[in-house]
């Protein structure tokens, strides 16, 4: 009985999360109220506290969400004899998913237009975890394409981590600006194919 009382609440957790993600998507973070949130996940405004303290605690969750497909899915194989094609296969799996997961593009839609930086959400302007691992993997793929010499001379690992970094910070955030014919979304692979070749020997 117990359980089935924590799945349950699980579910319910997750729902409330979807039930934020349109609020915030059609009323923007700042307008949006945990009143909203309940009515939009047809629970009690209590059973939303009793999963979330506040509206922060609620986005972050939210946000945390939309980490959970790229996990195992953007991956950097270290040991493989083309460590840049590796690269740009990683980079290519963030735009498939994006295309993929309507939830998880709208996340990002929220991330990028719909929230103002300020007051309790001003420390998500930094990095998260996440980022910082992605920009560590990076760095350590092209240390690896140094190695083995496909780099053009004069260029450091970390230097174009944090490049490829902001390249496609940029690049998510105009796609997801982008009409379906524009072509930071219909060229984004071609885009990305072309910032690898840039680096190549």
Not at 26 to 35: Q, W
Not at 95 to 110: C, P, T, Y
Not at 132 to 160: N, V
Request: net charge negative.
């Amino acid at each position: 009985m117990v359980r089935k009382t924590k799945e349950e609440a699980e579910v319910t957790r997750r729902h409330i999360i979807d039930a934020a993600r349109q609020v915030f998507r059609d009323c923007g973070v700042r307008s949006s109220t945990l009143e909203k949130v309940a009515a939009a996940a047809g629970v009690t405004r209590g059973a939303v506290y009793w999963h979330f303290r506040n509206k922060t605690e609620l986005f972050f969750a939210m946000r945390e969400e939309a980490t959970l497909p790229f996990v195992d899915r953007v991956v950097f194989d270290l040991n493989a004899a083309d460590p840049l094609a590796g690269i740009e296969v990683a980079l290519r799996e963030i735009f498939v998913i994006l295309e993929d997961h309507a939830d998880v593009r709208e996340i990002f839609e929220i991330l990028s237009f719909k929230c103002e930086y300020v007051d309790e959400f001003k420390p998500m302007m930094g990095c998260s975890d996440g980022q910082m691992e992605f920009l560590q993997k990076l760095t350590e793929a092209y240390r690896q394409a140094g190695e083995l010499g496909a780099l053009r001379p004069g260029l450091s690992a970390s230097d174009l981590a944090h490049d490829t970094f902001l390249f496609i910070g940029g690049l998510i955030k105009h796609w997801l600006a982008a009409s379906p014919n524009q072509r930071f979304r219909s060229d984004a692979l071609s885009l990305i194919h072309n910032h690898i070749m840039l680096r190549r020997i």
